[in-house]
């Protein structure tokens, strides 16, 4: 469970800690599918992927989404979080190291907005998004 975050101490312009996952590997896709329920070929079948002109397989975009959500609620208890949003923006490959990171963009009394990425060890963009949080006050 996330340390004890308070208002006062989020100001505009901090990160928020950055979560770096390890590479994606074909076990967890396969234990994604039988989590989510997703078992398109797409995600752990490399030849499937190479037939629908992919080059490969690709991890499921809830995956990744959960990546970036397990990155806020390392910093923000859960019960704070009050919108969370994602948009996708690139293929996560297996193999990828997936990095989330965030800025505060705006602090309105105790609540706060972030931005959001998702990019992987090449730099790309996976996932951007955006969440709001309301602070306790000390």
Known sequence: MPQQICSEDVQVGDTMPVLIKPPIDLVQLVKYAGASGDF??????????KAVGL???IAHGMLIMGFVGQAITNWI?????KKFGVRFAGQTLPGDIVTVTG???????NRIV???EARNQNGNLLVVGSFEADLPCR
């Open 114 to 116: 972030c931005d959001l």
């Open 103 to 109: 800025l505060v963009k705006d602090k309105t009394g």
């Open 55 to 57: 080059g490969s397989n």
């Open 77 to 81: 208890p859960k019960k704070f979080v």
């Open 40 to 49: 398109n070929p797409l995600h752990f079948d490399p030849e499937y992927g």
